[in-house]
T-cell receptor, first 112, second 115 residues
């Protein structure tokens, strides 16, 4: 099955700085890579996703890049704000199960 | 649309008790999933279903059972609850109609404690 590793486990940045979270995956056939944001006590919410037929996708301050050859993808948040503080999870679709395999999460703290 | 709903929100069980976690979606999604999230950890897939009458095991199915008699409902049954099943349980659904429409939508979760 799919295996997803995520780094770092915690990340602290100053407001206005950029934050980068990286994930690697094992199944070269995976073709869908979403990122979820989870605030304390809440459900995971999709913030951006990328399909394997593109290398980069942007949505305002958030971008995701995908390197299929190296089997890694990254989340980039620019001009961070205190409300960006949360746990972020990457995931890759397990093509065998048509389900998502999640990384272990990154706790992002944006210091005002 | 209500999206994905789950009941109950919270539950405390004693060791050896059984219960059913309810999940329903009103988006006519084919695919439904159950995940558990232990404190400070990611989500682990318990069971999933690609349509009514079809279910399959995920990474951590032991101690759980599911059924999918309708498109809308996907209950998760815990038999003989154990402290290791203390977790937050999330149900999710996705359209599943084609390879490029697998965005998953999560329910609010059920926080289960087994004492």
């Amino acid at each position: 099955g799919e295996n997803v590793e995520q780094h770092p486990s915690t990340l602290s940045v100053q407001e206005g700085d950029s934050a980068v979270i990286k994930c690697t995956y094992s199944d070269s056939a995976s073709n869908y890579f979403p990122w979820y944001k989870q605030e304390l006590g809440k459900r995971p919410q999709l913030i951006i996703d990328i399909r394997s037929n593109v290398g980069e996708k942007k949505d305002q301050r958030i971008a995701v890049t995908l390197n299929k050859t190296a089997k890694h993808f990254s989340l980039h948040i620019t001009e961070t704000q205190p409300e960006d503080s949360a746990v972020y999870f990457c995931a890759a679709r397990d093509t065998g199960r048509r389900a998502l395999t999640f990384g272990s999460g990154t706790r992002l703290q944006v210091q005002p | 649309n209500a999206g994905v709903t789950q009941t109950p929100k919270f539950r405390i069980l004693k060791i050896g008790q059984s219960m059913t976690l309810q999940c329903a979606q009103d988006m006519n999604h084919n695919y439904m999933y159950w995940y558990r999230q232990d404190p400070g950890m990611g989500l682990k897939l318990i069971y999933y279903s690609v349509g009514a009458g079809i279910t399959d095991k995920g990474e951590v199915p032991n101690g759980y059972n599911v059924s999918r008699s309708t498109t809308e409902d996907f209950p998760l049954r815990l038999e003989l609850a154990a402290p290791s099943q203390t977790s937050v349980y999330f149900c999710a659904s996705s359209p599943g109609l084609a390879e490029l429409t697998d965005t998953q939508y999560f329910g609010p979760g059920t926080r289960l404690t087994v004492l």
